[in-house]
């Protein structure tokens, strides 16, 4: 079976989304994403990278559907940022059947207030301890002067997840381009690669 990988986006504001829609411009494309998919490429990786629906107010069902798009099996290679991180939390915690290749979460976001319109987005589950077991890793990217939310919800994984890995970057704040200034992140790419054949 061919590898593949399914990278999953964050939730821009309401504004953003707007943009966005208007531009007709993905938002995989605006920071390291739309490289990190051109990179996988490259090494004979089928990419998918939607255009998660409702991005700036995402509703759970319509989320699931449009991965179960992608196939998810042993081989595929799953990566999420932010919102699109806690997604990939919440959809291995409810689908303890599933096993799936490398997980790579950058600055996970798992619904803690931050000022945006509430979501129930992550409402009603439990994190699975054991998720990691299904994988061949997971490992957790977050930065030192990234959001609060951010930490807090990577304070509730360690505490919680077993066996996951956790990567620290100093001054990369979101993840996004106008912290980063650049869309390259050769380091998730590494991740990504590393232990999954």
């Known amino acids: 079976m061919m590898r593949n990988a399914i990278i999953v ?5 309401k504004r953003q989304y707007y943009i966005l829609k208007i531009l007709h411009i993905r938002p995989t494309t605006l920071i390291w994403q739309g490289w990190l998919k051109k990179q996988l490429s490259k090494h004979g990786i089928e990419v998918d990278a939607p255009n998660m629906p409702r991005a700036s107010d995402p ?5 699931c559907r449009e991965v179960e798009k ?8 799953l990566v999420g940022h932010s919102c699109g991180a ?18 790579v979460l950058v600055a ?15 409402e009603g589950y439990k994190i699975d301890p054991n998720l990691v077991s299904r994988t061949k890793g997971v490992t957790i990217f977050y930065s030192n002067n990234d959001f609060k939310v951010i930490h807090k919800a ?27 200034k650049t869309r390259k992140f050769p380091e998730v790419l590494e991740e990504c690669l590393t232990g999954n054949t």
Request: hydrophobic share 30%.
């Open 9 to 13: 986006h964050g939730r821009p504001s």
């Open 59 to 63: 509703n759970w069902d319509l989320w």
């Open 70 to 77: 992608s196939k998810i099996g042993p081989q595929t290679i």
């Open 86 to 103: 806690g997604f990939w939390i919440r959809y291995l915690s409810e689908h303890p059947d599933l096993r799936v290749g490398k997980v």
């Open 108 to 122: 996970p976001w798992l619904g803690d207030d931050y000022g945006a319109p509430p979501t129930d987005f992550f």
């Open 154 to 180: 990577v304070s509730r994984l360690k505490s919680t997840v077993k066996n996951a890995r956790y990567r620290q970057f100093n001054n990369y704040g979101h993840f996004t381009f106008g912290s980063m």
